[in-house]
């Protein structure tokens, strides 16, 4: 039973990924300077794990004492997908030269 929980808490995790990370890209380029990689993971963590507390969703007992380590690596794989597809555009000039 433990393994379809955590299948599930994962699922659900997932969807919310995408999302906080477009809000927190765009907070960085919005700011007056630009957060670091490493600082929007762990705002996107914290976000999920307080999203994860408002919907009363957790891991189970054997594995909760890693959820922030899950996250972390959830949050790299979908970023690591988004900007491999392009979805992210990062800084730096637009125009191309002929």
Do not use: C
């Not at 990370?21 to 960085?28: K, Q, T």
């Not at 996107?44 to 994860?52: A, E, F, G, I, R």
């Not at 408002?54 to 922030?68: C, G, K, R, V």
């Amino acid at each position: 039973m433990g393994i379809i929980k955590f299948i599930n808490t994962i699922k659900v995790v997932l969807g919310f990924i995408a999302p906080f990370a477009m809000i927190l890209e765009v907070e960085s380029e919005l700011g007056e300077s630009p957060i670091p990689g490493s600082d929007k993971r762990d705002a996107v963590v914290s976000k999920l794990k307080d999203q994860m507390e408002e919907s009363n969703l957790s891991f189970p007992d054997w594995i909760a004492s890693y959820t922030d380590l899950i996250l972390g690596l959830l949050v790299d794989l979908i970023v690591f997908i988004l900007n491999k597809t392009g979805f992210f555009v990062h800084g730096g000039s637009t125009s191309t030269t002929s």
